[in-house]
């Protein structure tokens, strides 16, 4: 029950935030110099937390003059995100987190864990683009985005220019079509889900990884993150991933598999990086998730996974929270995922496009 009411105080959030913007918030984006904030972060201000809010904003600018810490893939920079962010340190924010995990309430390297994650539609989730693309990632990422509202923005923050925070630094407007190393910005409405608002999900769960980089990382089903076999074959299918589950032992992964020794699902409260907070509807609830590396960056097929028996709780666009069967019709996983018109992945990819022209429902 605990579940759900949060689901559904973070539909009426991000239908607040759409209400004052016009539009739903971006899956990442970047205030300033950090590309790591979320919808979960956006959606502050229209959650009863907009003090918060404008703390970790006023936190953002001030980065200038703080020292270097690692990130959490180990690399080390002078920026302000969810993993180091002052306001945020010692937090628990309870009503982001599901009672049935049992990490949920623990800190994760000081910040807290987050179960809800936005759903980056029936596609693999491309977490991030750099200057060295080709002209063909560039395509596919920017198809692949059309599938979801949470696609990854790259640039400015409407929430904060709306109030009033305008920050030095070069923060933009994140104006729609914007262009950052040929990434067009997606700054997404309602009117953008074709499919229907009752047909179409916005956020489901997760349960949380280890969170910590070790060399005995995380071997859990729900929570492990696969990071091996980044193939061609990984992409178009996805099925493969399901022969990692430990046929005499389904809660585990196989002791053979390489698991991602950054254990990303749900560690940082506020964070947009595809590992820690998106999920796909691909594989059906309670499958693995799966990296190119171990890293973030590249395509990811990350899922929806929960500890209520059978399932996972769904927060559809309407504002309505629904259990979705870990059984429920996944279509064609051996078949790679499309940019356009009606998703290979049965009702459960079809509740993840939103402009898919399936308009199924469970």
């Known amino acids: ?122 596609a693999f989730v491309r977490n991030e683009i750099n200057s060295g693309a080709t002209a063909a990632q560039i395509l596919e990422l920017n198809g692949s985005r059309n599938r979801t509202i949470f696609s990854v923005a790259v640039q400015g923050d409407k929430e904060a220019l709306a109030k009033g925070l305008v920050l030095s630094g070069g923060l933009s407007a994140g104006t729609d079509g914007a262009v950052d190393d040929g990434v067009v910005n997606h700054w997404k409405g309602i009117s953008a889900i074709t499919d229907g608002t009752s047909n179409t999900i916005a956020f489901s769960e997760t349960l949380t990884s280890d969170g910590t980089r070790s060399t005995t990382p995380d071997y859990g089903a729900k929570t492990g993150v696969v990071a091996q076999d980044n193939t061609a074959a990984r992409r178009t299918n996805p099925s493969l991933a399901l022969g990692y589950i430990d046929p005499a032992n389904p809660g585990w992964l196989k002791s053979t598999v390489v698991t991602n020794v950054c254990s990303w699902r749900g560690i940082r409260f506020g964070n947009g990086r595809g590992p820690i907070s998106a999920f796909s509807t691909v594989l059906p609830p309670n499958s693995p998730s799966w990296t190119p590396n171990h890293g973030n960056a590249g395509f990811l097929l990350m899922s929806a996974t929960s500890g209520h028996p059978g399932g996972v709780n769904g927060l559809f666009f309407d504002g309505a929270v629904r259990f979705v069967s870990e059984t429920i019709d996944t279509g064609d996983l051996t078949q790679p995922s499309v940019l356009y018109g009606p998703s290979p992945y049965g009702v459960w990819g079809a509740m993840g496009s939103i402009n898919g022209g399936e308009a199924k429902s469970m």
């Open 1 to 122: 029950m605990q579940c759900a009411n949060n689901l559904k105080q973070i539909g009426l959030a991000l239908h607040n935030h759409h209400d004052a913007l016009g539009t739903f918030p971006p899956g990442r984006f970047s205030p300033r110099r950090s590309r790591d904030w979320g919808p979960t972060f956006a959606i502050l201000p229209y959650i009863e937390h907009e003090s918060l809010y404008v703390s970790i904003m006023a936190d953002i600018a001030n980065e200038d003059g703080m020292a270097a810490t690692e990130d959490d893939d180990g690399s080390s920079s002078s920026r302000v995100a969810p993993h180091n962010c002052p306001s945020l340190q010692g937090l628990i924010m309870s009503s982001f987190i599901c009672p049935t995990d049992p990490r949920g309430r623990s800190l994760s390297a000081g910040i807290s864990r987050c179960n809800y994650m936005a759903s980056r539609g029936d």
